[in-house]
């Protein structure tokens, strides 16, 4: 097969032929109940309706979801067409309800969702979980709409089993930078850090992300998946929500963002994807990720806002 040309700065992520044969070896595929240790560290290829059912009891810590929004869109060489809101709630259950078994007393739960399918992950969600809050992230994307707003958010559902969970928001604090830098009448600073980048204060994240960027072209992080997370976004919930040595699972791995970023931060992931190519990809992402542990946007245990590195030196660049 002869691969898609790329510009000289594209860092989109590919599969040769060889790469699919290469990484379609170490996929797994589960035909029955299976033991915790059948299932840590491995990526399965199939439908993730009958995955769910063979996975062991109570293993899961954190599940992430990003299902197939109530959208017709083709995922390689699988489609999911747009349905009624009902029967798309009907489809979310057919899953949701296979969840509890797998997940801990402790274990939260994140599931991704746009404007229009959000309601019913809502819905749905709070017939087996408590819900804790709606994160809303600004996905800025596209040129826009002609006779209505354009779609620059998405919705991710946070709940938990029980009301034992984890959730580490010292892990997770953002720094961001400080435009007017208060001192005390001493001269110290004023909840705040002088730094040589420049004056940094750590915030508490918020319910509203607004400092992710959506993976393209000259990041390398990117795949062809069309609907791909951004590593910093999987990495504040993960550490925001397990621990080191934790078990995350994704349902729907798409190209692997979850279980890289599980793997970068010293997680087990379990990995669903029917997709075989997709699924190649996320093995591969896997085996990069053994060489290459940063995550774009988290440094030094902190996550930046978004271009805030760049921003700061010219900046300073300016004051000389």
């Keep these: 097969m002869e691969l898609k040309k790329r510009a000289p700065r594209n860092q ?11 990484y379609g070896i170490r996929l797994k595929h589960l035909q029955k109940a299976a033991v915790l240790e059948e299932v840590l560290d491995h990526t399965f290829c199939q439908d ?22 109530n959208l017709t869109k083709i995922y390689n060489q699988h489609a999911f067409s747009k349905v009624t809101h009902h029967a798309y709630e009907a489809w979310l259950d057919s899953w949701i309800s296979k969840l509890p078994r797998l997940l801990k007393a402790s274990a939260s739960v994140y599931i991704c969702g ?33 006779n209505n707003w354009k779609n620059s958010s998405e919705d991710i559902w ?16 953002i720094r961001r930078q400080v435009l007017a830098p208060y001192r005390d009448r001493t001269g110290r600073p004023k909840d705040w850090v002088e730094a040589p980048d420049g004056p940094w204060r750590d915030t508490h994240p918020s319910n509203i992300w607004t400092d992710l960027t959506v993976p393209f072209w000259s990041m390398p992080e990117n795949t062809d998946h069309p609907t791909q997370k951004p590593e910093k976004l999987l990495a504040r919930i993960i550490l925001a929500s397990s621990h080191e040595g934790d078990v995350i699972l994704d349902p729907f791995l798409g190209s692997g963002t979850t279980s890289v970023v599980a793997s970068k931060l010293g997680r087990h992931y379990t990995g669903v994807e029917i997709d075989h190519d997709f699924a190649c990809m996320a093995e591969k992402r896997l085996a990069m990720a053994q060489q290459n542990r940063a995550i774009q946007g988290y440094r030094d245990g902190f996550f930046r806002e978004r271009n805030a590195i760049g921003h700061r030196t010219e900046k300073s660049k300016d004051r000389k």
């Excluded at 989109?12 to 290469?22: A, N």
């Excluded at 404007?115 to 819905?123: C, L, M």
């Design 12 to 22: 989109t992520l590919f599969l040769s032929d060889e790469e699919k044969i290469q």
């Design 48 to 69: 993730t309706l009958e995955a769910l059912d063979l996975l062991p009891d109570c293993f899961v810590d954190l599940l992430f979801a990003d299902p197939p929004y």
């Design 114 to 146: 746009d404007w229009f399918s959000s309601a019913a992950i809502h819905h749905v969600m709070a017939r087996y979980f408590i819900i804790r809050n709606r994160i809303t992230w600004e996905r800025e994307k596209g040129r826009g709409a002609r």
């Design 158 to 173: 946070f709940a938990t089993v029980s009301n034992r969970y984890v959730f580490n928001v010292d892990a997770v604090k």
